[in-house]
Antibody, heavy 121, light 108 residues
Framework: EVQLLESGGGLVQPGGSLRLPCAAS????????MSWVRQAPGKGLEWVSA????????DYADSVKGRFTISRDNSKNTLYLQMNSLRAEDTAVYYC??????????????WGQGTLVIVSS | EIVLTQSPGTLSLSPGERATLSCRAS???????LAWYQQKPGQAPRLLIY???TRATGIPDRFSGSGSGTDFTLTISRLEPEDFAVYCC?????????FGQGTKVEIK
């Protein structure tokens, strides 16, 4: 059974940093692209960042480019999102998602339960 | 960036009725790379349909998708009580991958 378990969310001040890990199990982690997708309170879904199965290819939404960094450790079956220079508009539930394919395909067949990040003073 | 517009915003129907949800793209979606997700309150989205018309694993056949280019449709043939939720379309044909704002299917 595929499982994706995010952690690391919480309250952070504007300008601060946070690192979100996502522990994956139940599938061959290194064979699938992974993404982070977020959802602001009461709003729709927004793709944030993606990384290929091998980690060599990454992509970012313009809204986070230069501030967020996606990475993965295939030896630990873990995906990460390093978030710097956080803004109030980054407040959202952050979902870890598994891509159905190995590259950055953008088709999310499994989702974690999400972790809430609140950026506020 | 491809903008996806879903209509209607809310659909009020009774169990057993047919639901027809629309997703319109601001430009053609490459290779019909269009997916539909279901989201219930407090839960993560669940993949229902991909490649515009292929049901994901375990999805009942009352869910069907159709369309190409810029116009796509999700149809639920007979609503079951567990189908009342928010449905969202997403294109994965070109980066940045984008989502529609969602259609809420509520009990009438």
């Amino acid at each position: 059974e595929v499982q994706l378990l995010e952690s690391g969310g919480g309250l952070v001040q504007p300008g601060g940093s946070l690192r979100l890990p996502c522990a994956a199990s139940g599938f061959t982690f290194s064979s699938h692209g992974m993404s982070w997708v977020r959802q602001a309170p009461g709003k729709g879904l927004e793709w944030v960042s993606a990384i290929s199965g091998g980690g060599g290819s990454t992509d970012y939404a313009d809204s986070v480019k230069g501030r967020f960094t996606i990475s993965r450790d295939n030896s630990k079956n873990t995906l990460y999102l390093q978030m710097n220079s956080l803004r109030a508009e980054d407040t959202a539930v952050y979902y870890c998602t598994k891509d159905k394919y190995s590259g950055n395909g953008g088709l999310f067949d499994y989702w974690g339960q999400g972790t809430l990040v609140i950026v506020s003073s | 960036e491809i903008v996806l517009t879903q209509s209607p915003g809310t659909l009020s129907l009774s169990p057993g009725e047919r639901a027809t949800l629309s997703c319109r793209a601001s430009q053609s979606v490459s290779s019909s790379y269009l997916a539909w997700y279901q989201q219930k309150p407090g839960q993560a989205p669940r993949l229902l349909i991909y490649h515009a018309s292929t049901r994901a694993t375990g999805i009942p056949d009352r869910f069907s998708g159709s369309g190409s280019g810029t116009d796509f449709t999700l149809t639920i043939s007979r609503l079951e009580p567990e189908d009342f939720a928010v449905y969202c379309c997403q294109q994965y044909g070109s980066s940045p991958w984008t989502f529609g704002q969602g259609t809420k299917v509520e009990i009438k």
